[in-house]
């Protein structure tokens, strides 16, 4: 049965597993990065504002961190299960940086988030801001090393295949951390991932400031969340220039279905259309707002430069890729087309929001937020935690019908001694699993934030430094 299919099955399970975990991703290595900002804000002033607004959304972050470990523990479990023929393929590549991932980055960060943890009234106070910004790294050179993972899975760098084994096998480690996707994807993925965790900060601090809780407080915590959305936006914009530049070298046919070009296009007609309506395929539209030259710019910084279209790529890559059996190297054009958009839309929408609230919370403003503003920032979070998550879609689907772009196509990769059923059912178990733990974790960071600062903290770190005796 069509609906039995274990590649498809095991593509399912292995998207909903990617996109449930990278709900807990960004808000870790944002939040772990804006913690130890506000608790470097702390130490270096004593004010205890900071010290509130460093144990709040320190709780925000534990709880996400638990929930995250587990997610990205049982995604790698499917590499064995559901993908072993890839896997094989391709793990003496695949494994170092994953094995870099777990033995050095995550146990360096679980280390010092235990004493970071453990360490309040232990630990010197400066030896303790230590520990989150350990943390904070920690997890920054995890995601490095992930990424550098799927870069190779985009751009095969720093191996060579060996014919009899029938395995890419790594040579140069050096060129595989400094492969050029992973160079531009990395700082897109943080400055997103601090796009996500600021937009909960101004969420929560929004949350208390509507009720008139807390008032000096998150007052402090709402401009830095504002703040931090629009330095976080122009770092996304910058580092995605970087990042098209990379994917159209590397991946042609990936930026072609972003814009669901057919045709080689240059100059004025390579125009970039910001909204389309038409059929699914691409083919027809029906009504499009489309920029002259802006497709040109995003490919290859020129006005004049050429966009390879889908047919002319299908014809090269049928003739130079023939052993695969394909004819058809587009991926889903609806889902790439779509996704691209909302993930350039959601972000920049979250950064509107940001700029009018930084006016009217302004100094000498003369009328306060209206009740209708504070529901909007409240319920603004969701805004760049789904451009994030589009954006990794668009990455991964762009990329078909290749698991390793030009090596191997993910027909190819799934593991052959498992069925149908047992995909679906693992499926099924998973998803429900992760449904019911997902709303543990939301009641958990609901409360949690609902709660506020806990002002009544009367503790010895709560003493401005200059007094502090080590």
């Known amino acids: 049965m069509e609906w039995l299919d274990p590649l498809a099955l095991a593509r399912w399970q292995f998207g909903l597993t990617t996109v449930y975990h990278y709900l807990f991703v960004p808000l870790t ?27 709040l959304f320190g709780k925000i972050l534990l709880i996400n961190f638990a929930m995250g470990v587990v997610t990205g523990i049982v995604q790698e479990f499917q590499f064995g ?24 980055a995550f146990f360096f960060e679980a280390t010092f988030i235990g004493l970071w943890i ?17 943390v904070s790294i920690g997890s920054i050179l995890s995601a490095y090393f992930i990424i550098a993972a799927n870069a190779f899975m985009q751009n095969p760098v720093g191996y060579e295949y060996n014919a009899a084994t029938n395995r890419a096998e790594l040579v140069d480690f050096w060129a595989l951390l400094t492969n050029p996707v992973a160079l531009a994807a990395f700082p897109h993925t943080i400055f997103g991932a601090l796009m996500f ?47 098209g530049l990379a994917m159209y070298a590397t991946q042609p046919m990936k930026m072609a279905a972003a814009e669901a070009t057919y045709n080689t296009v240059c100059g004025k007609d390579a125009a970039f259309s910001l909204f389309t309506l038409g059929t699914p395929d691409g083919k027809t539209d029906l009504f499009s707002i489309r920029v002259p030259y802006l497709l040109s710019v995003l490919s290859n910084h020129t006005l004049d430069g050429c966009v390879h279209g889908i047919n002319d790529l299908n014809a090269e890559y049928a003739v130079k890729y ?26 920049l929408l979250h950064a509107f929001i940001a700029v009018v609230g930084l006016w009217v919370t302004r100094k000498g403003a003369k009328n306060p937020p209206a009740k209708w503003m ?54 099924i178990a998973f998803t429900a699993i992760y449904a019911a733990l997902a709303v543990v974790e939301i009641r958990l960071i609901i409360k949690a934030a609902q709660k506020g600062p806990d002002t009544s903290e009367t503790h010895d770190e709560a003493t401005p430094v200059s007094s502090v005796v080590y």
């Open 197 to 243: 965790a600021s937009g909960v900060v101004i969420s929560v601090s929004a949350w208390h400031l509507a009720r008139g809780q807390h008032t000096e407080t998150m007052r402090i915590s709402l401009k830095f969340g504002l703040w931090a959305i629009l330095v976080a936006t122009a770092g996304v914009v910058i580092t995605g220039d970087q990042l």
């Open 81 to 104: 299960m559901n993908w072993s023929d890839y896997s094989r393929f391709v793990g003496d590549v695949f494994g170092a940086p994953l094995a870099f991932e777990g033995l050095l």
């Open 118 to 134: 453990f360490g309040w009234d232990k630990l010197p106070q400066k030896l303790h801001l230590a520990t989150i910004w350990c």
């Open 374 to 427: 504070w529901k909007i920032a409240i319920w603004s979070y969701p805004l760049a935690l789904g451009a994030n998550i589009v954006g990794w879609v668009f990455t991964e689907m762009g990329r078909q019908p290749w698991i390793v772009f030009s090596l191997m196509t993910t027909q190819d990769g799934v593991s052959p001694g498992v069925s149908g059923g047992e995909v679906l059912t693992s499926l």
């Open 322 to 347: 023939a052993d695969t059996g394909l004819t058809d190297f587009a991926p889903v054009l609806w889902v790439t087309y779509w996704a691209f958009r909302w993930m350039i839309g959601l972000g």
């Open 29 to 55: 290595i944002g939040m772990a990065l804006i913690s130890a900002i506000f608790q470097t804000a702390w130490v270096r002033t004593g004010k205890v504002q900071y010290l509130h607004l460093t144990r």
